[in-house]
């Protein structure tokens, strides 16, 4: 078995639904991170890309739009690069494009191949309305547009009706579960906005995005500066009209975006011209009731540490994709880890969660991060609606020693 390294990761600036980059395509989106990752990469050009990238690997929880017929493929050939590289498309909705880049790592691991390119897209502002086919000719009935942008759509009316509520009810459940309590889940998502905000101006993440061209967006689109506990607590709740504690501003946004990552083996960073950050140490997936989805990354993270060989108290630094607020605490909680190790830069309340692109976004910041601190282990995951959960074990490269060596 090879050992997998993660070399380096981009992304673009997340914009909200409907706001800068609503203009844009998701393929044109994953060309533009594809294109980005391909210029910096010393050791590749267009003519040897085909010698040396082994497949795309790209997550997308929509596929309903433009982002169709596999957007790896499209987004590839887009770019302009040797037809030769095969392609494809995961769906895992939230977890899509960290699912892409397990799936590239097992590839690497197996010596199936020596360099993938991972990443996920998602533009929920163009995610289509979709009407379904009659199942005769000239229906004399109404027909009812779905909406695709997110959560249940064209259920299958067998589902248990307890499995298919909104993902908002479906938090407010867990919270009750798990006593987590408004108070908690301002304060978190404001500390959110706050350490994002900051990490933007410290320059955290000058490396790790590209600017649209064409477009006026230089950060995040979402991040809210300067909001605070008690700005948040005046928030009217989104799900209960009653005993609710869901609101607009403790939850992650919809968003537009795009992020990818350079994975490979030792040779395939010789090829590539590039550094390892972090080597990829284990991985898991975890499920249970869909309504509880917020709750998955506990177990999936607890699996993917044990295949790792570590615990929990060697971890120093966590990515765990905020969907909301409350099932954020609620893992925190469970794992009884400090939380200013968690999303030191910000976390999606703030930085946005275009559903397919945030694993690689959440996978690309942690390797940045351990970088940078010299901490060496990491937990990069995220929950999933319909009740999965994702994680990655990451290992600071510069360490000495390693459970493999």
């Known amino acids: 078995m090879q050992d997998v390294f993660v070399y380096s990761g981009v992304r673009t600036p997340f914009g909200k639904v409907g706001g800068a980059l609503a203009g844009q395509r998701p393929d044109d989106l994953a060309e533009l991170v594809i294109s980005t990752l391909l210029e910096q990469a010393p050791g590749l050009d267009p003519e040897n890309a085909g010698q040396i990238v082994g497949e795309v690997i790209f997550g997308n929880a929509n596929g309903a739009g433009e ?19 095969p392609a494809t498309t995961i769906n895992r909705l939230c977890g899509s494009s960290l699912d892409a880049a397990i799936s590239g790592a097992r590839q690497i691991a197996l010596g ?60 407010e459940q ?21 350490l994002a905000a900051r990490a933007w101006e410290e320059g955290r993440f000058t490396d790790l995005t590209v600017s649209v061209p064409g477009v ?27 005993n609710g504690t869901v609101t607009a501003g403790n939850a992650s946004p919809m968003n537009d975006g795009a992020s990818a990552v350079w994975l490979g083996s030792a040779a395939g960073g010789e090829q590539l011209g590039l550094t390892p950050k972090v ?33 929990w108290g060697e971890v120093g630094a966590v990515e765990l994709n905020e969907a909301f607020a409350a099932q954020s605490l609620a893992c925190l909680d469970a794992w009884d880890i400090d939380p200013e190790i968690v999303n030191a830069w910000g976390g999606a309340i703030a930085i946005g969660h275009p559903l397919g692109a945030s694993g690689t976004r959440v996978l690309a910041t942690l390797a940045e991060r351990m970088e940078a601190s010299g901490e060496r282990w990491g937990v990069a995951t995220l929950c999933i609606g319909v009740g999965q959960g994702l994680a990655v074990v990451l290992e600071n490269a510069t360490s000495q020693t390693s459970p493999t060596s």
């Open 67 to 85: 982002e169709n017929r596999n957007v790896a493929r499209m987004a590839w050939l887009l770019a302009k690069l040797p037809v030769s590289v």
């Open 112 to 171: 199936e191949a020596d360099v993938i390119l991972a990443g996920g897209v998602e533009s929920m502002s163009r995610a289509p309305w979709v009407l379904p086919k009659t199942e005769r000719p000239f229906p004399m009935a109404n027909l009812q547009l779905a909406n695709t942008t997110l959560g249940w759509r064209l259920v299958n009316e067998r589902m248990p009706p307890e499995w298919t509520i909104s993902l908002g009810e479906a938090t």
């Open 174 to 194: 867990l919270r009750e579960k798990y006593g987590i309590d408004r108070e908690r889940q301002d304060a978190f998502a404001a500390r959110s906005h706050e």
């Open 216 to 242: 006026d967006l230089d950060r995040d689109e979402t991040i809210r500066a300067g909001v605070t506990e008690e700005k948040l607590a005046g928030l009217r709740t989104v799900f209960r009209a009653e």
């Open 279 to 311: 080597r990829i140490a284990g991985w898991a997936a975890a499920a249970n009731e869909p309504q509880y989805f917020g709750y998955a990354p506990v177990e999936a993270s607890n699996k993917a540490l044990k295949r790792a060989g570590i615990g």
